[in-house]
């Protein structure tokens, strides 16, 4: 599904991402471990091509991420595509953030049904029967009509998750999803998550909830320093580390 092949990116002298290797099957959860500053979100908003890497490739479903092939002068070559086209890509890539990102003017219901509109063309009538329904899917069919102001940091949470499945997505990314929350609002975001892997949605969830990670997880990678030092399932990364970054960092959230 997803094919991370030697993915480097910088920022001017700072080299964040160092020659990322990483492959996500159809259907799976891959949870991403690591330490501040290891790589890790940025490595999600590359493949949601908000960011663009400096070498390597990128491919979803098989298709190449930002970039079309061609030939010049006999040699192989990359040509960057339009905006355009990079748009209908992303589109089939949801994206939770870490922020809710919510449109402060518009009702939960709004939110929801702002993007099959404007992006996909759906009626507005469709729009709004799909929006209530996954509203309701993520407990909130009792807040349609309310604003963001008006919900908790939880409920805002998963307006958002709503909102990027009102996309049809064939993925979902969580960046931190439940970093911004009280601990008290954890566990009402992290059971909508639950639901969609149970369901078989493709994610790459970004998070330091361990015990998220050993429930649902069907494989694990562990960052460091712009690259990843391990992975593999829960139980040689989270139970069983081999490599003594990844011993260490586990010591101190264990």
């Known amino acids: 599904m997803v094919e991370l092949a030697g993915v480097h990116k910088w920022y001017g002298d700072n080299h964040v991402l160092r020659g990322v290797d990483l492959v996500v099957p159809r259907g799976t959860v891959t ?7 290891s790589g890790k979100s940025t490595a999600l908003r590359c493949i949601n091509q908000l960011e663009e890497i400096g070498a390597g490739c990128i491919r979803v479903e098989g298709e190449l991420q930002g970039y079309r092939e061609g030939t010049r002068r006999g040699e192989d070559v990359l040509y ?8 209908v890509q992303r ?3 949801g994206m939770v953030f870490q922020r809710f990102n919510l449109f402060p003017h518009m009702t939960a219901l709004a939110n929801v049904m702002e993007a099959p509109v404007q992006v996909l063309g759906v009626s507005k009538a469709e729009a709004r029967e799909r929006a209530s329904a996954l509203l309701e899917r993520v407990g909130l069919s009792d807040r349609l009509d309310h604003y963001p102001s008006q919900l908790s940091g939880g409920q805002q949470q998963r307006v ?4 990027a499945l009102a996309m049809e997505p064939d993925l979902m990314l969580f960046d931190e999803p439940t970093s911004a929350l009280d601990p008290e609002l954890v566990g009402e975001v992290l059971g909508v998550m639950r639901d969609l892997a149970t369901s078989g949605m493709t994610m790459i969830v970004v998070t330091h909830e361990i015990g998220f990670a050993r429930e649902v997880a069907d494989q694990v990678v562990f960052m460091a320093d712009g690259a990843v030092v391990e992975h593999g399932p829960v139980s040689q990364v989270i139970d069983a580390p081999t490599e003594p970054r990844t011993q260490d960092f586990l010591a101190h959230v264990l």
């Open 80 to 87: 960057r595509l339009h905006p355009k086209q990079i748009a």
């Open 91 to 93: 589109a089939r890539v």
């Open 31 to 37: 949870v991403v471990l690591g330490p501040s500053g």
């Open 160 to 163: 958002a998750i709503a909102r």
